[in-house]
């Protein structure tokens, strides 16, 4: 009997040891995001200025952690679970401490889709009050709609997680010795753009508040972004992480190439409306001249200008 026992509890112990080393393989094969570490403890990885597809697994958007003394928060989790986990693994690689936070600067795709690989970490999940709402309104279009681009195998994993904690006005998180300011701004890029400001370095995750090089995506309100940027403007921000493209380093400097597109389109098609000209006629042509200072603007400039003639058409 005592036998019998001893061998049941070996076998077990055996199957146990088997699946901690199955489990241990399967995490090493997970290769860490690349990082670079902007500021002392504050890790970007700076996505392509792509659309999102299966061969670059939805790796589009900048995605972050910041490490504190009791922890870490996570800034935006990627376009794909796959890329979430990457991501998970590239924190694991620089500390042991927990994952306290994960703050989605907004309801798109590339920087939400991640958040499951963050589900068993227990991580409270932070965002605008309004992303709720808009997670749950854009959702199941965003899940059905991506399914062409970015293939089954990418899109079966992706669940959307809504937040565990919102954010009106804002929000200071402690991660221990270090403050996060986080900000919900007024309706601009989405109705729910979320900064995060980590105080003890002056580095600022903009989200898709500022584009660099990529084209500005307007999924919200062009008359609101405008009035945002001087906000956005007044922050005293030693270093700014956009939602797509590269650090920017002298601000508010490096918002010029936004406002400018902005401007212009809403100059522009202020003039078409009061002229007379059709939406249709005036999308195709508005903003040529900045054709070409644009990554991705045969992408979005028609929506854009179709987005906004419509809001200013109202005015
Ligand atoms: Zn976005």
């Avoid at 009791?70 to 690689?93: F, H, K, M, N, P």
Wanted: proline content about 5%; some cysteine.
């Amino acid at each position: 009997m005592r036998l019998m026992r001893s061998i049941r509890c070996l076998a077990a112990a055996l199957l146990l040891l088997a699946w901690v080393t199955a489990a241990a393989a399967a995490a090493s094969r997970i290769s860490p995001l690349s990082m670079r570490e902007v500021a002392p403890g504050v890790f970007v990885h700076f996505g392509r200025i792509a659309l999102m597809n299966r061969d670059n697994d939805g790796a589009i958007a900048n995605v972050g952690f910041v490490v504190g003394g009791t922890g870490v928060a996570v800034v935006d989790t990627g376009g794909s679970v796959d890329e979430g986990r990457r991501l998970l693994a590239a924190i694991r690689a620089q500390t042991n401490k927990p994952v306290r936070y994960v703050i989605a600067t907004h309801m798109h795709p590339d920087h939400v889709f991640g958040n499951a690989a963050f589900s068993e970490t227990g991580a409270e999940f932070v965002g605008h009050a309004h992303l709720p709402r808009a997670m749950a309104t854009h959702g199941p279009h965003y899940l059905e709609s991506f399914r062409d681009a970015m293939g089954a195998a990418l899109m079966d994993e992706v669940k959307l997680v809504p937040p565990t904690v919102t954010v009106s006005g804002t929000l200071v998180l402690d991660l221990g010795d270090r403050r996060l300011s986080l900000t919900a701004w007024p309706t601009a890029h989405t109705d729910n753009d979320l900064t995060v400001f980590d105080e003890a370095t002056k580095t600022l995750f903009a989200g898709d508040l500022l584009f660099v090089h990529h084209v500005p995506v307007i999924d919200g309100s062009l008359i609101g972004w405008l009035k945002d940027l001087d906000a956005l403007a007044a922050v005293s921000a030693a270093r700014v992480v956009p939602g797509h493209g590269p650090l920017v380093t002298a601000w508010p400097q490096g918002l010029a190439d936004e406002r400018r597109y902005l401007d212009c389109l809403a100059r522009e098609l202020r003039d078409a409306i009061r002229r007379g000209i059709p939406m249709a006629t005036a999308v195709e042509s508005v903003c040529a001249s900045e054709s070409d200072r644009w990554a991705l603007f045969p992408e979005y400039n028609i929506r854009n200008a179709t987005a906004a003639y419509a809001e200013l058409e109202w005015e």
